[in-house]
């Protein structure tokens, strides 16, 4: 769905800046921008609830074109109420037939016009509450389509979480706010119209009076909201500070260190600190628009009674009777009250187009690892895979610093190549580059012979099976965290026991519960059993022996298990990589011994390659790192 796209979103506390007409000649096409942004945005949202639900907007218009005309019908009947029984009594027995037939018709009428006011009120609230529902939930399911779509590269740049955060927090809600602005919109203008012709009736000049002064108090609206939306969005940063320092504070993996630490003050101040810098300025805001308000309803109180005493004189010389005096009065109220409704469901619209704007960037962000159309074959499963770097280097978005630079490598079908190097070397990255979460900036990665690039991105990630440091920890059942490993057909129990038996995590699993049954965590579930670090840690390393891939990328696998844990694992490994290309990253070089090839990131670069035997020969700085390590094994050893 192409739609214009609002001012882009910066990072943190720049300011919003609308951009201005420079001179009289640009002022029309400003205008025509602002005009077609504001319908285009409109156009976005009817079309989504449209989407949603057809029977919502058919519903919601049916509902506003009879709440705008049942106010005028109700106040005819009541005017002719009232004139017929201000007659008097006597007048009314002289007629009794007549007079009393007219006026229970016109109460049964005016019933039924109140009731049907009354129900319509009440399901116009339940079609509202249904709608919001189905509306949320349909946004929801766009945004999460639309995440399937988003490159881990998105997640590296600022304003990338400026746009997340700010179509999470508002584009749910502000469609159904909108909608049933629009929708008060039409009653209130459908009410307007048939009262201003009421009115005219008794003086052309009056309703039009009532228009002029709804100016100021809707240019104060307007300007208001503009501003409204200009600082919450400048203060995007503050709004993610106070819920960054309130999920601290209730967050259950950082809880034990903050009461350890007694940090629970600190982080309640610095959130009540930035409440205070951010509410500072919107109450400011507030003040400011309360007290034009204020101003504009003085001025539109003294005219209107002004149009009441000037309706009473016309009634005490006798030209119009008590219940016209009722139906011009009410309507001169009910166009004040129109004006005000419409202005109200305006200033909503205009508010909720510019943060639905939000959303719409949202949707609009571009792909990076932009999947190949016509895309070859990928490689047939369970055969060796060549990987070639040619020249690679690479740098994250909005930084000119290369994490890799100028990598060439050759990692050969079925072979086993470990990453080493110090924090910071790049080992993780690179693996990210392997695996196509993100695309080189310069050079190419080859998958037997072919560029990543021009492979299927679904086929391609089914060759890996990959387990990273930040490894998933799935509130689900253990038995659905090792069958993640390969979704593509159903759980196979037998599989799933083999995978944990491999990962030495069948004894623990076996003593849950419920065994493979039992719910992980207590996100959802009070019985839910809590894993320690290395408990889940064999449980993704269960998922890549069930993965069965012919590729395996090992970030850390054992970094959070025991040195017996990690022989037994390893001795695994030995038995699942054969026929496999497998890529390990880890600290501990005992583990690098058994490689065909070790890589040597330095500051990004490859510094050396070779076996383990070839690389102590060198004495370079594989030495070194194998040197020092396996010193300070001896030395903590001999303190035992």
Request: hydrophobic content about 45%.
């Amino acid at each position: 769905m192409p739609m214009p796209m609002g001012p882009p979103i910066g990072g943190g506390n720049e300011k919003y800046k609308e951009p201005l007409p420079k001179s009289l000649r640009e002022v029309p096409r400003f205008l025509k921008n602002v005009i077609f942004k504001f319908f285009g945005h409109l156009g976005y949202i009817l079309k989504l609830v449209w989407q949603t639900g057809r029977w919502i907007t058919l519903s919601m218009f049916a509902i506003a074109v009879l709440q705008g005309v049942l106010p005028v019908v109700t106040a005819k009947i009541g005017a002719q109420l009232l004139n017929i029984l201000a007659k008097g009594y006597q007048a009314a027995v002289t007629q009794a037939g007549f007079n009393i037939a007219v006026v229970t018709t016109l109460l049964l009428l005016q019933f039924v016009c109140i009731f049907i006011t009354g129900i319509l009120s009440r399901v116009n609230m339940v079609v509202t509450r249904i709608a919001g529902e189905l509306v949320v939930n349909h946004v929801t399911v766009m945004m999460i389509q639309k995440s399937k779509e988003v490159d881990l590269q998105s997640y590296d740049k600022p304003e990338f979480y400026e746009r997340l955060e700010n179509a999470g927090r508002e584009a749910g809600i502000r469609p159904i706010q909108i909608l049933n602005a629009v929708f008060s919109a039409v009653s209130a203008v459908i009410s307007m119209i048939s009262f201003f012709a009421i009115l005219c009736s008794v003086n052309a000049a009056a309703p039009f009076l009532i228009l002029i002064l709804a100016l100021p108090s809707a240019i104060v609206s307007f300007v208001y909201r503009k501003k409204n939306f200009a600082y919450v969005r400048r203060r995007s940063t503050d709004r993610r500070q106070l819920a960054y320092y309130s999920g601290l504070l209730t967050n259950k993996d950082m809880v034990k260190e903050i009461k350890i630490f007694g940090l629970s003050n600190t982080f309640e101040q610095k959130y009540n600190q930035t409440f205070q810098k951010y509410f500072k300025g919107l109450k400011r805001l507030y003040l400011k628009e309360g007290a034009w308000n204020i101003a504009v309803s003085l001025v539109s109180a003294f005219v209107n009674c002004l149009l009441f005493y000037m309706v009473a004189k016309m009634v005490l010389s006798g030209q119009i009777m008590v219940g016209d005096y009722s139906l011009y009065t009410g309507a001169l109220n009910s166009i004040v009250s129109g004006v005000t409704a419409l202005i109200t469901a305006l200033s909503t619209i205009y508010e909720g187009t510019l943060f639905i704007d939000n959303l719409i960037t949202y949707m609009n962000e571009k792909q990076t690892v932009v999947p190949t159309l016509n895309p070859p074959a990928v490689p047939k499963k369970h055969t060796g895979h060549k990987i070639e770097l040619k020249n690679v280097s690479f740098c994250y978005p909005q930084t000119n610093t290369y994490v890799i630079q100028n990598l060439s490598c050759v990692i050969e079908p079925g072979s086993t190549v470990v990453l080493v190097g110090l924090n910071g070397a790049g080992k993780t990255t690179l693996i990210k580059l392997i695996t196509r979460l993100y695309d080189p900036t310069e050079g190419e990665i080859l998958l037997d012979g072919r560029n990543l690039k021009e492979y299927d991105l679904s086929a391609l990630y089914s060759l890996f099976g990959t387990i990273f440091q930040d490894f998933g920890k799935y509130a689900v059942s253990a038995g659905e965290n090792i069958s993640f490993g390969q979704v593509a057909r159903p759980p196979q129990p037998q599989r799933v026991q083999q995978a944990a038996q491999k990962a030495d995590a069948e004894d623990f699993i076996t003593r849950l519960p419920n065994g493979y049954q039992t719910q992980l965590t207590r996100y959802f579930d009070e019985n839910g059993i809590e894993l320690s670090i290395g408990q889940w840690q064999k449980l993704s390393i269960a998922r890549a022996f069930y993965s069965d891939s012919d590729i395996l990328i090992l970030d850390e696998p054992t970094a959070s298990l025991d040195a017996i844990a990690e022989q037994e694992v390893y001795s695994q490994f030995d038995s699942l990589r054969r026929d496999k290309t497998t890529i390990f990253v880890s600290h501990r070089l005992s583990s690098a011994t058994v490689a065909d090839k070790i890589l040597v990131l330095q500051n990004g670069r490859l510094a050396e390659q070779g076996t383990h035997a070839e690389l102590m020969a060198q004495k370079g700085e594989y030495y070194r790192l194998f040197t020092t390590q396996a010193k300070r094994y001896r030395e903590a050893e001999s303190t035992i």
